[in-house]
């Protein structure tokens, strides 16, 4: 009996994949990791998400490839076993966790909210956006990136202040960063600015994504697909989860 027979791919919660340049990325926001695919790698994983039996992996690996039919097994039974001593292959019988809900990955854009621009700042949506740090530092003392999106998808919002526009929270916490929040990864002020938001009644997306050269990881904000923060440039990054 074959590795394709006996163990089927496991989509565990946390665990999201993404092209990029023709090789593959995958995000495990259980374990806080990510896993880098070459190109034989890819073409096995997407035709498992696809459901592919072994004859179609084998004939994509010699069609895509040029491999013989001897290579072709060879790469696809090193792979299979590689993936099931990671812990990516699940047995046929066992229960797959349910999945953290995302929406489709998309592409970022460079081009940033020119019609929130800050005009003053609001103490109400400085107030907001320390609270909601405050909420972030200790969510992440707590628990692993992918409890954390859950709950905060989950989270009952503090009280709204429908008030307080999107502008000027965006103005304040560009306002924070520049001063107090320099030295917070990319996470912590992701999830700050998604809860500041959220409790105010806007919709927002947590994204996640990769630069291929050089391997460089990151998290962002985005309102209607497009970045909230100015001051960074995007578009060298494929997303690979957005929440």
């Known amino acids: 009996m074959s590795l394709l027979e006996k163990y089927v791919l496991r989509m565990r919660e946390g665990l999201y994949f993404a092209a990029v340049q023709g090789e593959g990325v995958l995000l495990d926001l259980v374990e806080d990791r990510y896993w880098g695919f070459y190109e034989l790698s890819t073409v096995i994983w997407k035709e498992l998400l696809k459901d592919s039996d072994r004859a179609v992996i084998l ?28 812990g990516l292959l699940l047995p046929a019988n066992e229960t797959s966790p349910d999945e953290l809900s995302s929406k489709a990955p998309g592409s970022p854009t460079a081009t940033m909210i020119q019609e929130h621009e800050t005009q003053g700042l609001s103490l109400v949506a400085l107030w907001q956006l320390w609270r909601a740090r405050n909420w972030a530092t200790k969510q992440i003392k707590r628990h692993p990136p992918n409890r954390l999106l859950s709950g905060l998808i989950d989270e009952t919002p503090f009280q709204a202040h429908m008030w307080t526009s999107t502008r000027k929270i965006i ?17 912590m002020r992701t999830l700050t600015m998604t809860r500041a938001l959220r ?26 697909g497009r970045s909230v923060d100015r001051s960074e440039d995007l578009t060298p990054f494929t997303v690979v989860a957005r929440f």
Not at 219 to 224: K, R, T
């Open 59 to 86: 004939a994509e690996l010699i069609k895509q490839h040029g491999l013989s039919v001897e290579e072709a097994e060879e790469a696809l039974n090193s792979q299979l076993e590689s993936w099931q001593e990671s």
């Open 171 to 187: 103005g304040a916490y560009r306002t924070l960063r520049r001063l107090f929040f320099r030295k917070d990864d990319c996470l």
């Open 199 to 224: 409790d105010t009644g806007v919709p927002s997306d947590i994204c996640f994504g990769v630069k291929k050269i050089p391997f460089q990881a990151h998290a962002w904000v985005e309102i209607d």
